[in-house]
């Protein structure tokens, strides 16, 4: 089982809106910087928003204004509020987790986001 589970993911229309969670422990919540991450189809993984341990954020430059990554480290809680969707936003999105300090990452199965009329 992945030790990030990810979750919101689905179809919806150009402009539209969704919001993706990610959950996993308490333990390694707590000690990492998390992000997301997508991968369409025939394009490599590549970053879209992240939030570090200290709450710092960061963002592709093609969601910026569009995107918005929060952490709740009381409920040990990813999310990303995606709104005025493009096609070009289609992808599997994936959570991961970077236990600060270390190289060590840890993934979930990924969910999928279809951005289509």
């Known amino acids: 089982q992945a030790p990030l589970r990810e979750s919101g993911g689905g179809l919806v229309q150009p402009g539209g809106s969704l919001t993706l969670s990610c959950t996993t422990s308490?333990?390694?919540?707590?000690?990492?910087?998390m992000g997301w991450y997508r991968q369409a189809q025939g394009k490599e993984r590549e970053l879209v928003a992240e939030v570090t341990y200290y709450g710092d954020t960061n963002y592709a430059d093609s969601v910026k204004g569009r995107f918005t990554i929060s952490r709740d480290n009381t409920k040990n809680t990813l999310s990303l509020q995606m709104n005025d969707l493009k096609p070009e936003d289609t992808a599997v999105y994936y959570c991961r987790a970077n236990i600060i300090f270390t190289p060590n990452l840890y993934w979930g199965q990924g969910t999928q986001v279809t951005v289509s009329s």
């Open positions: 308490k333990n390694l919540f707590s000690h990492s910087n």
